[in-house]
């Protein structure tokens, strides 16, 4: 039996390129009128819906290698992970004449040991996300204080499904109510309350 039985073939509606290396991340503001990208050539552009023009692009020092928006009226901080264990909060707000308002990168403190990995902002919350590392764990923040509120060892003590190596949080979905789901390199899917 084919595996490709009933699958339709989609042709794309438009093709942007708007990065220099591998795209690591989209994620659609609130009010769905603006895509944010990230990508390994450290950028984060932002792209009129509409128009599919480039409104905005926010340049790092650090490959991209996750990203995220609040899913919140008028949700204007964007959330980035890296590999060099870092998460990063930009502001990407823009002013009437569609340029930048304010385009910051506050670094949240060090607190990861490893790659970062995912990063997933609360339902209910638009001030609180999630990350997830390659150190095997998964953290909670609120992006009005630089310091995580808590760390779950989620899949440090797994062991990588095919080679037995220390286990990494690949994943991080956050819940209502201060909960979180995460899946690991370890093939297990967990839930945090």
């Known amino acids: ?82 590999p060099d264990s870092r998460v990063r909060l930009w502001d990407v707000r823009r002013d009437d004449s569609g340029g930048s308002a304010a385009s910051f990168d506050a670094t949240l403190k060090p607190s990861h040991r490893g790659y970062v990995t995912c990063i997933s902002f609360d339902c209910g919350n638009p001030y609180q996300l999630c990350s997830s590392s390659h150190d095997g764990t998964v953290k909670r923040w609120d992006v009005r204080c630089s310091l995580p509120l808590y760390t779950v060892k989620a899949h440090e003590g797994g062991k990588e499904v095919g080679t037995g190596r220390q286990g990494k949080a690949m994943a991080v979905e956050c819940g209502l109510g201060g909960g979180l789901w995460s899946g690991g390199s370890d093939g297990v899917v967990r839930r945090w309350e």
Not at 14 to 20: C, F, G, K, N, W
């Open 1 to 82: 039996q084919s595996f490709n039985a009933g699958v339709t073939t989609l042709t794309p509606l438009h093709t942007a390129s708007l990065h220099t290396a591998a795209v690591t991340g989209v994620a659609w503001s609130s009010d769905s009128l603006t895509l944010h990208t990230a990508s390994h050539d450290s950028a984060v552009r932002v792209l009129d819906v509409a128009t599919q023009n480039p409104l905005l692009t926010l340049n790092g020092n650090k490959a991209v290698t996750c990203l995220a928006m609040p899913n919140a009226p008028g949700g204007t901080v964007l959330a980035t992970g890296h």
